[in-house]
T-cell receptor, first 111, second 112 residues
Framework: GQQVMQIPQYQHVQEGEDFTTYCNSS?????IQWYKQRPGGHPVFLIQLVKSGEVKKQKRLTFQFGEAKKNSSLHITATQTTDVGTYFCAGQEAAGNKLTFGGGTRVLVKP | NAGVTQTPKFQVLKTGQSMTLQCAQDMNHEYMSWYRQDPGMGLRLIHYSVGAGITDQGEVPNGYNVSRSTTEDFPLRLLSAAPSQTSVYFC???????????FGPGTRLTVL
């Protein structure tokens, strides 16, 4: 079945630095979604990408969907302590109703 | 709007006991799903429903049953709890399988 993998699993970032987390699917996706989960909380939707090569920005967050629609990335600039949490990507295959989540990237910020 | 609600928030069971985790949404969403979250494993889909009366299996359905008699409710039943089912369970709903998923606050289940 479909597999979605995220790297790295953990990311320790110095406050003010940039970092990127990557998401790779074993199959071509119709769309990909990104969620953020704060410690002790539930996943909260961030963004959805649908088009090949699509790039979307939310303040300091930049999301990209690969040309082949099999991978995606999240880049955060000037990391802040409010960025702490686990970031999940979730991909949906072209033919299907299931959303498959990656294992997440847990982000820890050093002040 | 209450959004997605889940009860209970915490539950401790003994091996072999059965119970139902409740999930309700007031957004008139057709699509609802159950996930379990284990440390380092992300979110794994247990069962999902595309509308009242329609359910299907996800990635890890064994040991769980669901039903969808109304649009609002999507309960998850553990038939005979096992320690391997110790996890945090999240219910989610959305307009469709392709749209934003709204998650409930979760149920933390421990099976002894």
């Amino acid at each position: 079945g479909q597999q979605v993998m995220q790297i790295p699993q953990y990311q320790h970032v110095q406050e003010g630095e940039d970092f990127t987390t990557y998401c790779n699917s074993s199959t071509t996706l119709s769309n990909i979604q990104w969620y953020k989960q704060r410690p002790g909380g539930h996943p909260v939707f961030l963004i959805q990408l649908v088009k090949s090569g699509e790039v979307k920005k939310q303040k300091r967050l930049t999301f990209q969907f690969g040309e082949a629609k099999k991978n995606s990335s999240l880049h955060i600039t000037a990391t802040q302590t409010t960025d702490v949490g686990t970031y999940f990507c979730a991909g949906q295959e072209a033919a299907g109703n299931k959303l498959t989540f990656g294992g997440g990237t847990r982000v820890l910020v050093k002040p | 709007n209450a959004g997605v609600t889940q009860t209970p928030k915490f539950q401790v069971l003994k091996t072999g006991q059965s119970m139902t985790l409740q999930c309700a949404q007031d957004m008139n969403h057709e699509y609802m799903s159950w996930y379990r979250q284990d440390p380092g494993m992300g979110l794994r889909l247990i069962h999902y429903s595309v509308g009242a009366g329609i359910t299907d299996q996800g990635e890890v359905p064994n040991g769980y049953n669901v039903s969808r008699s109304t649009t609002e409710d999507f309960p998850l039943r553990l038939l005979s709890a096992a320690p391997s089912q110790t996890s945090v369970y999240f219910c989610a709903s959305s307009y469709s399988s392709m749209s934003t998923q709204y998650f409930g606050p979760g149920t933390r289940l421990t099976v002894l």
